[in-house]
């Protein structure tokens, strides 16, 4: 295989030594540590978690951003084989009608258009007119965004 034609996976670990980034550390070892029956993990002396921390699904958003008025078929099977898991792919994009939303909001500042699937297969935006100008920010000392782009803050000069 060309190391040309093999593509960038569409998720990322998070920087964890960077001041500020939490990911909910600890807690998963504790509660299987002193059961009465002795479990896999004890035996062998695997201190393994069950929950996923440090990865970062933002350039899968962008990428099925970019991807609107494609036939979804072929987006999904592209978006699957680069990535660990296909849940987040559904964080974003609605199969069912009554299930979309204009806007989806990942972590606490970061926003992304909503999308879903018509009934044609094509992948589409919930709320095409949707500006950042349009959402409010939640607070004033964070930094918000909506697909990538700014909003709430005023620029200072």
Same mark, same amino acid.
């Given at each position: 295989?060309?190391?040309?034609?093999v593509?960038?996976?569409?998720?990322?670990?998070?920087?964890t030594?960077?001041? #500020? @980034?939490?990911?909910?550390?600890?807690?998963?070892?504790?509660? *299987? !540590?002193?059961? $009465?029956? =002795?479990?896999?993990?004890? %035996?062998?002396?695997?201190?393994?978690?069950?929950?996923?921390?440090?990865?970062?699904?933002?350039?899968?958003f962008?990428?099925?951003?970019?991807?609107? #008025? @494609?036939?979804?078929?072929?987006?999904?099977?592209?978006?699957? *084989? !680069?990535?660990d $898991?296909? =849940?987040?792919?559904?964080? %974003?994009?609605?199969?069912?009608?009554?299930?979309?939303?204009?806007?989806?909001?990942?972590?606490?500042?970061?926003?992304?258009?909503?999308?879903?699937?018509?009934?044609?297969g094509?992948?589409?935006?919930?709320?095409?007119?949707?500006?950042?100008?349009?959402?409010?920010?939640?607070?004033?000392?964070?930094t918000?965004?909506?697909?990538?782009?700014?909003?709430?803050?005023?620029?200072?000069?």
């Open positions: 295989m060309n190391r040309d034609s593509k960038e996976p569409l998720f990322r670990k998070v920087n030594k960077a001041r #500020g @980034v939490h990911h909910n550390f600890g807690g998963d070892f504790k509660y *299987s !540590r002193n059961k $009465k029956r =002795e479990t896999p993990e004890q %035996i062998q002396g695997k201190m393994y978690g069950k929950k996923e921390r440090g990865l970062d699904y933002t350039p899968l962008r990428f099925l951003l970019s991807k609107v #008025g @494609v036939e979804w078929d072929s987006v999904f099977s592209e978006a699957k *084989s !680069r990535l $898991k296909t =849940e987040p792919i559904f964080w %974003i994009v609605a199969l069912d009608e009554n299930e979309k939303e204009e806007y989806i909001r990942i972590g606490e500042s970061t926003y992304f258009s909503g999308l879903y699937v018509d009934k044609d094509i992948l589409q935006l919930t709320n095409p007119t949707l500006k950042p100008t349009d959402l409010t920010p939640l607070c004033n000392c964070c918000h965004t909506l697909n990538g782009v700014i909003f709430g803050k005023e620029k200072s000069t």
